[in-house]
């Protein structure tokens, strides 16, 4: 991190080149060219370069037209321009076409590091703005979203539609079944994609925290507000703001959330000045969220406010076709992650994945393919490989390849396979377990511990 970046300086005349060279040869490497055509051969032979400092005028190519070509070549370089003393023309002409800063001539060296300095921070903070939204288009566009199934397909239809408008967005599906990927892939697809996209989780604050954390506060709102903060809503101002678990939100902050939805008006928690936000809301919910409201549990009128348009995601149990499609999509990613050992799954294999029941969706789905890759110990994934408490599970739900494992089981393990499938069937809820196998809480506990199986910490205390 701390060698020295490179700078390129292109300049005809000789002694203003090796003078700026030596100005910045304190800071950073230099390299020299005297005119387009060898500046355009030093950019290919070394991609490292990180700024090129190039004369305007100059025989033969001149420093715009260099610069054009330069940063076709090479987006993530930064161009600053040496345009001649007073010629505000030729130094706004730079800007328009392109530079990044100008410099006039005869160049102060006192302050030509200074400014090379602050460009370089610049591109920096510019480049590394631009592979963020690479790096989440990547992650978050559509075609990261998998599916085939009838359900799925709608989604897609629907999120095309929706995202360009501005109307507020429901997703409701159980936990894992993709509402954050969809959040996302909506603010990607719509105008405001260049905006922020700003996530509260609403379970995960009291309410008095979460209400300051949406709207924010003026200094002194309440003890511990040392200074003015401002909230989610305007910081996702221009962009998309993502509401998730929207169901776990107090009553008085739902009130507040009813007029920002209606007319995009609020006021700091403390303050006094109405503020206007331009904002697109997505909300998420893992409940079932109209019968959550037909029992009184949360404001109706906000309800139909939020569900505009509705997406439902349902659980991956519903689309049994979308699964192999997201085992072998998991596969691919692990792979390349581990070395590219393992190449595919036997359809034995995918056969008890596709019984499995998948109470935690797709993100267990995942999970449970990342760990399989890991381990793995052939270039084919086979049932062996798939997590026993999963081929369990199958073979309950009646797969013939999972009932054939293990081959020749004992009867313990045939007790064991069942208490484990009856608990991965409840999501590992003990109490529920023991019912649906007809013994007692006290019983599966002790069975569990026979088996050596921990505690795990997701366990319920009841
Ligand atoms: N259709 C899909 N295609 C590819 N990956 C998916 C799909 N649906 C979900 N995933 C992946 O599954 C995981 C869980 O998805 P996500 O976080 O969006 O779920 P969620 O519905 O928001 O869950 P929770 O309610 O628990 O927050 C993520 O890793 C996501 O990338
Ligand atoms: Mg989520």
């Not at 076709?72 to 392109?98: E, Q, R, W």
């Not at 989780?201 to 903060?229: I, N, W």
């Amino acid at each position: 991190m701390n060698s020295k970046r490179t700078i390129l300086i292109v300049d005809d005349d000789r002694d203003t080149r090796d003078g700026l060279a030596r100005a910045l040869s304190g800071a950073y490497r230099t390299v020299v060219a005297a005119d387009a055509e060898s500046a355009m051969a030093a950019l290919a032979a070394d991609p490292s370069i990180a700024l090129m400092l190039s004369d305007v005028r100059m025989p033969g190519t001149d420093g715009v037209s260099l610069m054009k070509a330069a940063k076709a070549a090479h987006p993530h370089l930064a161009v600053i321009l040496l345009t001649a003393y007073g010629s505000i023309d030729a130094a706004v002409a730079a800007m328009k076409d392109g530079a990044d800063d100008f410099i006039a001539k005869p160049v102060d060296l006192d302050q030509l590091e200074l400014r090379v300095e602050k460009e370089m921070r610049h591109a920096d903070l510019r480049n590394e703005v631009k592979s963020l939204h690479a790096a989440l288009d990547e992650k978050y566009g559509l075609e990261q979203i998998v599916g085939s199934s009838d359900a799925m397909k709608k989604v897609f239809r629907t999120v095309r539609q929706v995202a360009p408008s501005d109307a507020t967005v429901l997703l409701e599906g159980p936990s894992g079944t993709g509402k954050e990927v969809v959040a996302h892939a909506i603010h990607n697809l719509s105008r405001r994609s260049d905006g922020p996209f700003v996530a509260v989780h609403c379970a995960a604050l009291t309410p008095t925290l979460l209400e300051s954390e949406l709207f924010g506060h003026e200094k002194g709102a309440f003890t511990g507000a040392v200074s003015r903060q401002i909230g989610r809503f305007e910081a996702a101002n221009g962009g998309t703001l993502f509401l998730d678990e929207i169901s776990e939100i107090d009553p008085s902050t739902q009130i507040k959330l009813l007029r920002v939805l209606e007319d995009r008006t609020f006021e700091r928690v403390g303050g006094t000045e109405t503020l206007h936000t331009d904002i697109r809301v997505v909300a998420a919910t893992n409940r079932d969220f109209k019968a959550y409201v037909d029992a009184g549990k949360f404001r109706e009128d906000l309800y139909y406010r939020l569900n505009v348009v509705g997406i439902k995601l349902p659980p991956l149990k519903d689309r049994h076709g979308d699964i192999p499609l997201l085992a072998q999509r998991f596969l691919r990613e692990y792979s390349a992650k581990n070395g590219d050992r393992v190449k595919s799954i036997s359809p034995e294999a995918m056969s008890i994945l596709e019984a499995y029941p998948w109470p935690g969706n797709v993100r267990e789905l995942r999970n449970a393919i990342e760990k399989m890759v890991v381990l793995a110990e052939g270039e084919r994934l086979a049932p062996s490989d798939v997590p026993e408490e999963m081929r369990a599970a199958a073979s309950l739900h009646g797969t013939p390849a999972a009932r054939a494992m293990p081959p020749g089981g004992t009867l313990s393990d045939t007790e064991k396979n069942r208490v484990l499938a009856a608990l991965a069937a409840n999501g590992g809820n003990r109490s529920r377990a023991a019912d649906a196998l007809g013994i007692s809480r006290r019983t599966i506990q002790r069975k569990l511990k026979e088996y050596a199986i921990e505690d795990s910490a997701g366990e319920e205390g009841s």
